[in-house]
């Protein structure tokens, strides 16, 4: 018998970890293992379902892996880069066009991508696609404080029966350190 669970995505920096632990990762195997556990001390205890770490993805180690032979990954698989776990986050959550997230991932101007967005969202309407109109929308909500878009705040999470990506880092230190953790809500 199988268990229902939703799987959401934490973006965190490595930053934060290092001034909580006191020290730096030197490899992306190292980087993984505090930071499921740094990901779950930013969640806190909350009641609800069970919340399982199936996935990391770092930016500075250009990779991404799963960890979890019981739940699958939506966004951090095994053998992604970062650029490519990011792509997959604002193709299938957000509903970014694959020549507006090419242009972002190279730039990260967040006004550029702004302003294809909208674009994006009139033809939506056009085409009364309405879902995918508010999907993009969703997915500016929190774009100039994350610098990416498709990341909801911290106090936005919740263990709702919806997918979603938060930031919880403490402060947006730009490129280089960001690191995603993917969970699991699971209900059993």
């Known amino acids: 018998m199988g268990s229902y669970h939703v799987n959401k995505l934490l973006l965190l920096d490595e930053k934060d970890a290092e001034q909580d632990y006191g020290f730096g990762f030197d490899s992306f195997d190292e980087l993984r293992e505090y930071m499921m556990q740094f990901a779950e001390e930013e969640i806190g205890n909350r009641s609800g379902p069970e919340i399982v ?40 959550l957000g509903g970014i066009d694959a020549a507006a997230i090419s242009k972002f ?7 550029e991508l702004l302003d294809e967005v909208k674009q994006q969202i009139g033809g939506c309407l056009d085409e009364e696609n309405f ?39 403490k402060s947006n230190r730009g490129s280089g350190t960001r690191v995603l953790v993917e969970i699991a809500l699971d209900w059993g």
């Open 53 to 92: 770490t199936i996935g990391c993805a770092s930016e500075r180690f250009d990779q991404s892996r799963e960890w979890s032979d019981y739940h699958g990954t939506c966004w951090a698989s095994t053998g992604l880069t970062w650029h490519q776990s990011l792509e997959r986050l604002y193709s299938r």
């Open 105 to 111: 991932q190279k730039s990260e101007n967040t006004q």
């Open 131 to 169: 879902v995918t109109a508010r999907n993009l929308v969703t997915s500016l909500e929190n774009l100039k404080a994350a610098g990416l878009p498709c990341f909801r705040t911290a106090s936005d999470f919740d263990a709702s029966e919806e997918e979603g990506a938060y930031d919880l880092r």
